[in-house]
């Protein structure tokens, strides 16, 4: 019988990953003075979509958020309007997937309400909520959208429930949930939905991790492992693998693979280190990178997983003075691609009251997009109606690129004079910028043709000429005033592109004269 003998391997594999880095914005492009939460709740407190920031305020007489302008940086106003509907303190927001206008929030009050935010943001306090969610007995400690289904909310609460909700319904108030989740014997940690929102991951107090079917709330695997104690679980995309964050039989913080077919033992075990704080994770399934951020740490590890021993990879660390509370993190289409950003994360960082934007970046020379990097992500439109998903289909994601301009081209033609500016996200690359432009235009001339027969309202420079009239009110100026500071930002980004577009073309004639 021959012995196969050891060949010796290198340490490290190629990836275009492995030298990702990461880059905290600068004072400028903070926002300063928060009164971010107190509350001990292990959740991340802070939500983000291209347009706004929403994060967990500490108030006295209830509970209430903020919702900033993701422009509206530096020192916050301590006045500034909250959304402020619910009577006990908030513990957790999520922005809709489908709309960057609609978010939910659960509170100790035992409600969930969902929330319609103006399209100039919040300039008055919020109070009357878009739907209100009544079915907890107790408080609601996390709640989470479907992946693919629009209008489809999870949430989970201190009797041990988890309620699905169907928002496409007249009511305002909506006491009854379209289906109770009972399986749970203590309260639930966490949540997660595989690619597609066929399958339902939870963590709870109870050691156990299960993996159910959403829509009929059948417990189809559960594991109980004696060596790992789970407070965190993510469906790594379609990977058909679990990843769980929580403590070591020691107590030492730990990472554990699990294979979703089979939950009985995981596939490894990962001690990191000896600190107390909860571990966060995050997945982005396009890159196939994995974050840790720990709650109370300065640094967030890295790693890159694969389908193959030895599944998790590290990479990296990103390190910092500066503890973490809680991370809000950037949707993929709110990227900014000239950089080559591959994930943005909003730090909260309570000491200070500040929350500071995070960007990994993967180093390249060329200021180009990267189509490797960049590869068809999932958009902001929903692939089901609730009915369709509650009736048994499952459909995957609606991709769209993230190529500067591509997504433009999808809007309905009768839309593009007014919704351009809120399908694509601010800061938006000059060729994004250009395009809006030009539509701006282009809705201005068809409404001079079109004013005899009132098919369309009337626009200059892209907007209602109700809106150009003199400011009569304060928040009426404020408006104005953001919307310049947003029209100054966009046009100094693209005199520096130009700076930049002109440096290359003299390198190249110099080159050419040279050679």
Same mark, same amino acid.
């Given at each position: 019988?021959?012995?196969?003998?050891?060949?010796?391997?290198?340490?490290?594999?190629?990836?275009?990953?492995?030298?990702?880095?990461?880059?905290?914005?600068?004072?400028?492009?903070?926002?300063?003075?928060?009164?971010?939460?107190?509350?001990?709740?292990?959740?991340?407190?802070?939500?983000?979509?291209?347009?706004?920031?929403? %994060?967990?305020?500490?108030?006295?007489?209830?509970?209430?958020?903020?919702?900033?302008?993701?422009?509206?940086?530096?020192?916050?106003?301590?006045?500034?309007? /909250?959304?402020?509907?619910?009577?006990? =303190?908030?513990?957790?927001?999520?922005?809709?997937?489908?709309?960057?206008?609609?978010?939910?929030?659960?509170?100790?009050?035992?409600?969930?309400?969902?929330?319609?935010?103006?399209?100039?943001?919040?300039?008055? +306090?919020?109070? %009357?909520?878009?739907?209100?969610?009544?079915?907890?007995?107790?408080?609601?400690?996390?709640?989470?959208?479907?992946?693919?289904? !629009?209008?489809?909310?999870?949430?989970?609460?201190?009797?041990?429930?988890?309620?699905?909700? =169907?928002?496409?319904?007249?009511?305002?108030?909506?006491?009854?949930?379209?289906?109770?989740?009972?399986?749970?014997?203590?309260?639930?940690?966490?949540?997660?939905? +595989?690619?597609?929102?066929?399958?339902?991951?939870?963590?709870?107090?109870?050691?156990?991790?299960?993996?159910?079917?959403?829509?009929?709330? +059948?417990?189809?695997?559960?594991?109980?492992?004696?060596?790992?104690?789970?407070?965190?679980?993510?469906?790594?995309? +379609?990977?058909?693998?679990?990843?769980?964050?929580?403590?070591?039989?020691?107590?030492?913080?730990?990472?554990?693979?699990? *294979?979703?077919?089979?939950?009985?033992?995981?596939?490894?075990?990962?001690?990191? *280190?000896?600190?107390?704080? %909860?571990?966060?994770?995050?997945?982005?399934?396009?890159?196939?990178?994995?974050?840790?951020?720990?709650?109370?740490?300065?640094?967030?590890?890295?790693?890159?997983?694969?389908?193959?021993?030895?599944?998790?990879?590290?990479?990296?660390?990103?390190?910092?003075?500066?503890?973490?509370?809680?991370?809000? #993190?950037?949707?993929?289409?709110?990227?900014?691609?000239?950089?080559?950003?591959?994930? @943005?994360?909003?730090?909260?960082?309570?000491?200070?009251?500040?929350?500071?934007?995070?960007?990994?970046?993967?180093?390249?020379?060329?200021?180009?997009?990267?189509?490797?990097?960049?590869?068809?992500?999932?958009? !902001?439109?929903?692939?089901?109606?609730?009915?369709?998903?509650?009736?048994? $289909?499952?459909?995957?994601? #609606?991709?769209?690129?993230?190529?500067?301009?591509?997504?433009? &081209?999808?809007?309905?033609?009768?839309? @593009?004079?007014?919704?351009? /500016?809120?399908?694509?996200?601010?800061?938006?690359?000059?060729?994004?910028?250009?395009?809006?432009?030009?539509?701006?235009?282009?809705? @201005?001339?068809?409404?001079?043709?079109?004013?005899?027969?009132? =098919?369309?309202?009337? $626009?200059? !420079?892209?907007?209602?000429?109700?809106?150009?009239?003199?400011?009569?009110?304060?928040?009426?100026?404020?408006?104005?005033?953001?919307?310049?500071?947003? &029209?100054?930002? /966009?046009?100094?980004?693209?005199?520096?592109?130009?700076?930049?577009?002109?440096?290359?073309?003299?390198?190249?004639? @110099?080159?050419?004269? =040279?050679?």
């Amino acid at each position: 019988m021959a012995v196969s003998k050891m060949t010796w391997r290198p340490q490290y594999r190629s990836s275009k990953f492995r030298h990702v880095f990461g880059k905290s914005a600068t004072k400028e492009c903070c926002y300063d003075g928060v009164p971010i939460t107190r509350s001990v709740q292990d959740n991340n407190f802070c939500a983000v979509n291209p347009r706004f920031l929403a %994060v967990i305020t500490e108030c006295a007489g209830g509970g209430a958020f903020l919702v900033l302008s993701l422009h509206h940086t530096g020192k916050v106003d301590p006045h500034h309007p /909250r959304v402020s509907g619910h009577r006990g =303190n908030v513990l957790d927001i999520k922005w809709s997937p489908f709309s960057d206008y609609c978010i939910a929030s659960c509170s100790e009050d035992t409600t969930v309400k969902v929330w319609e935010i103006p399209p100039h943001g919040v300039f008055k +306090n919020l109070t %009357v909520p878009w739907k209100e969610l009544q079915g907890h007995s107790r408080r609601v400690g996390l709640i989470e959208w479907h992946p693919t289904a !629009n209008n489809i909310l999870f949430s989970t609460a201190y009797d041990y429930q988890v309620m699905i909700w =169907n928002l496409d319904c007249p009511e305002q108030v909506i006491k009854n949930p379209m289906r109770t989740i009972s399986h749970h014997t203590d309260v639930v940690l966490s949540m997660s939905f +595989n690619t597609d929102g066929s399958l339902l991951a939870t963590t709870c107090k109870d050691r156990k991790v299960r993996l159910m079917e959403p829509r009929s709330g +059948n417990l189809l695997q559960e594991a109980n492992c004696k060596t790992h104690k789970a407070s965190k679980v993510l469906i790594l995309g +379609n990977m058909k693998m679990l990843l769980t964050s929580g403590t070591s039989r020691w107590n030492d913080r730990q990472i554990a693979l699990w *294979d979703q077919d089979d939950l009985s033992v995981p596939l490894l075990e990962e001690n990191l *280190d000896g600190s107390s704080g %909860v571990l966060f994770p995050f997945y982005d399934p396009d890159t196939h990178m994995l974050y840790l951020a720990g709650k109370g740490d300065g640094n967030i590890r890295y790693y890159e997983i694969s389908s193959e021993k030895p599944y998790i990879q590290y990479l990296t660390e990103y390190r910092s003075l500066l503890p973490q509370k809680g991370m809000g #993190v950037m949707p993929k289409r709110g990227l900014d691609t000239s950089s080559c950003e591959v994930f @943005k994360f909003y730090k909260l960082v309570t000491i200070k009251g500040l929350i500071e934007p995070l960007s990994m970046i993967v180093p390249r020379r060329s200021e180009s997009y990267q189509e490797d990097i960049y590869p068809m992500t999932a958009g !902001n439109k929903p692939a089901l109606t609730a009915e369709e998903w509650l009736s048994g $289909v499952d459909k995957g994601p #609606v991709l769209m690129s993230l190529k500067p301009g591509s997504q433009v &081209e999808e809007l309905p033609s009768d839309m @593009k004079g007014r919704s351009n /500016r809120s399908q694509s996200r601010p800061g938006m690359l000059p060729l994004t910028y250009i395009q809006d432009q030009l539509e701006a235009k282009d809705a @201005k001339e068809a409404s001079a043709h079109a004013e005899d027969d009132g =098919n369309l309202t009337p $626009v200059s !420079n892209g907007e209602d000429l109700t809106l150009c009239s003199p400011p009569k009110t304060e928040n009426e100026l404020r408006q104005k005033f953001h919307k310049q500071q947003e &029209e100054i930002r /966009r046009l100094r980004e693209l005199l520096n592109q130009r700076d930049v577009h002109i440096k290359q073309l003299e390198l190249e004639i @110099k080159n050419i004269k =040279n050679s």
